[in-house]
T-cell receptor
Framework: AQTVTQSQPEMSVQEAETVTLSCTYDTSESNYYLFWYKQPPSRQMILVIRQEAYKQQNATENRFSVNFQKAAKSFSLKISDSQLGDTAMYFCAFMKHGSGGSNYKLTFGKGTLLTVNP | KAGVTQTPRYLIKTRGQQVTLSCSPISGHRSVSWYQQTPGQGLQFLFEYFSETQRNKGNFPGRFSGRQFSNSRSEMNVSTLELGDSALYLC???????????FGSGTRLTVV
């Protein structure tokens, strides 16, 4: 079974600064996908960024980028130029994918509550 | 483009009752998943459906069930409600699962 660990329950950052959220995972799979989701107080989970394990290049989406270290099983999220609207709970998630197809299941970490201060 | 729609948004039920939650996926999305979110256990996978077939199921008791209709809309049912079933139930849909799932705003179920 896969596990996802987010070791920082809470973090804060000043507006316009950069912050990095940590995530580690444990799996014996070689083919999988990793995701970061954010959940603001509105409750809706929003996909921030995704990474295919077979790609060495780190994914980026505007101000959001990841540092994917497959050997270390680490998948951190960097938010640049933090904005007040980035305040939310951030979840790291894992999904297995193989020749038989995905198991169609996201395994989530416990989340990191990020607060962006003005 | 309409997002994932979950109804109702809030629900209060009494122990022992049953409840049905509804989820309408994004048009064209045929995969629908359900998750339970609680402060203690976090986000836990309930089940996933594709073309009316359940492809995977999480470790929940048989009181939790679901189904998917031919138009991809999905429902989940919880029978004989317990206080511990109080949670936010999230539905998510995807056209291709590796691209990520789009979530709805959830149904907040309170069991009293």
């Amino acid at each position: 079974a896969q596990t996802v660990t987010q070791s920082q329950p809470e973090m804060s950052v000043q507006e316009a600064e950069t912050v990095t959220l940590s995530c580690t995972y444990d799996t014996s799979e070689s083919n999988y996908y990793l995701f970061w989701y954010k959940q603001p107080p509105s409750r809706q989970m929003i996909l921030v960024i995704r990474q295919e394990a077979y790609k060495q290049q780190n994914a980026t989406e505007n101000r959001f980028s990841v540092n994917f270290q497959k050997a270390a099983k680490s998948f951190s999220l960097k938010i640049s130029d933090s904005q007040l609207g980035d305040t939310a709970m951030y979840f790291c998630a894992f999904m297995k994918h193989g020749s038989g197809g995905s198991n169609y299941k996201l395994t989530f970490g416990k989340g990191t509550l990020l607060t962006v201060n003005p | 483009k309409a997002g994932v729609t979950q109804t109702p948004r809030y629900l209060i039920k009494t122990r022992g009752q049953q409840v049905t939650l509804s989820c309408s996926p994004i048009s064209g999305h045929r995969s629908v998943s359900w998750y339970q979110q609680t402060p203690g256990q976090g986000l836990q996978f309930l089940f996933e459906y594709f073309s009316e077939t359940q492809r995977n199921k999480g470790n929940f008791p048989g009181r939790f069930s679901g189904r998917q209709f031919s138009n991809s809309r999905s429902e989940m049912n919880v029978s004989t409600l317990e206080l511990g079933d109080s949670a936010l139930y999230l539905c998510a849909s995807s056209r291709i699962d590796s691209y990520g799932y789009t979530f709805g705003s959830g149904t907040r179920l309170t069991v009293v």
